[in-house]
């Protein structure tokens, strides 16, 4: 399972419920549908935390890098690549 659909399934289960009417993918706008407030963000910082091992430094968490399932991975990614070359 990719990180993309692990965010996805998670935050449908978590954050959503059962609202079948909403449909998690990579372009969703989560923060500016309501989807994510400051504490679904901070269940979903814990969750790629505990997903990928990777820390999320406080200065990273802005809701550039949170708008979208694609916006997290390619953070997560960044942050392993940097972790990776230092």
């Known amino acids: 399972m990719t990180l ?3 965010l996805a399934t998670f ?3 978590n954050l959503i419920g059962d609202d079948r009417s ?4 990579e372009q969703v706008a989560l923060i500016d549908a309501g989807i994510i ?3 679904g963000l901070m269940q979903i ?6 997903e990928t091992g990777v820390h999320i430094p406080d200065d990273e968490v802005v809701p550039d ?4 399932v694609g916006d997290m991975e ?5 942050l392993q690549a940097r972790s990776a070359n230092a």
């Open 4 to 6: 993309a659909h692990s």
């Open 11 to 13: 935050i449908q289960t």
């Open 22 to 25: 909403i449909r998690i993918d």
């Open 37 to 39: 407030d400051s504490m």
């Open 45 to 50: 910082v814990t969750f790629i935390e505990q």
């Open 65 to 68: 890098n949170f708008q979208t």
């Open 74 to 78: 390619r953070m997560v990614r960044r």
